[in-house]
């Protein structure tokens, strides 16, 4: 007999803490979406926090984008190691360098120091052998002085198809989550707060401390699972982490996971930002990538990055 209570009553007390599980667990409807809640946000919305105000936040988002721009009119120390890998995943090509560049007015130089190159990275005429190294360099290193406008936008000397297919794929890689114009296949598939898109995703909103210690309300966007294969085709971003402080709902990082194959072209990228201020501005302190692209024209490129960012100073 005692026996059986045992089982009786853990029996009531499982079904007890799972009844308090679920009541501790809330949904919240934005746009159509529905965005799963742990127990804390459920906590902090009795008492005043706006889901709907923060999701809308999330999407009209622009400053993570802006941050990467932000580092055109500062002045910092920097240390980069590129990888290019083979198909066994051995490095074939790396370079590895510390920057210091330096703003004066709204113009830039750059200093190099300590660079180690191995393999193939630069042609014979100096210019970089890899794609992904171009987009690196495009992004991160000055060459000579130039100059920006109040908005850290540089003028690309460039122009045509090359140049258009460049920015097109920064803002990809560096704006997760927002239509991106001019692009047929992929450009409305990484919309995921669009209806036709947001459909394929699990949403939730979770309090968590940041690998720095802030505490942050965390918005997380992940594949369904289950989904056809015809659904799959139709999704570009496979997992967007974002993670905001929460006295000033400022980005303090973002861990995001894109893929998409056709016959024509495909690519699976993982990148991870971790964020920082200066001057009121927010930027970069910590961008890592693990990635492979296969484009026309292109041999396929696998490559992993370490970009790290600091000791920043204004403009002279």
Known sequence: MSHLWRNIG???VFCLLTCLQLTAQDTARYKGMTVNLDEVIVAAKRIGFDVNSFIKRVEDDTTFYRAFKNLRIVGFDAVNDIQILDKHAATQASLY?????????KCMTMQVANEKVTGDFYTRKGNYNYYTAELYANLFFTKGTVCADDAGEISERSSGSLARHKAQLKQLIFNPGKPI?????VGQKVAIFSYEVMRFYDFSISAENYVDGTPCYVFTAKVKPGLSRIDR?????????????KDN????????????????????????VQMTKFNGLLIPALVTYNGTWDVPFKKRETAVFVAKFLNFTGAQ
């Open 10 to 12: 853990g029996t009531v």
């Open 97 to 105: 360098n510390e920057t210091h560049q330096v703003v004066k007015g």
């Open 181 to 185: 114009r001019g692009v047929p296949i």
């Open 233 to 245: 085709a139709d999704v570009v971003i496979d997992e967007l982490i974002t993670w905001f402080n």
């Open 249 to 272: 709902f400022e980005i303090v990082g973002r861990k995001y996971a894109l893929s998409y194959k056709t016959m024509l072209f495909d690519f699976n990228v993982k990148m991870n």
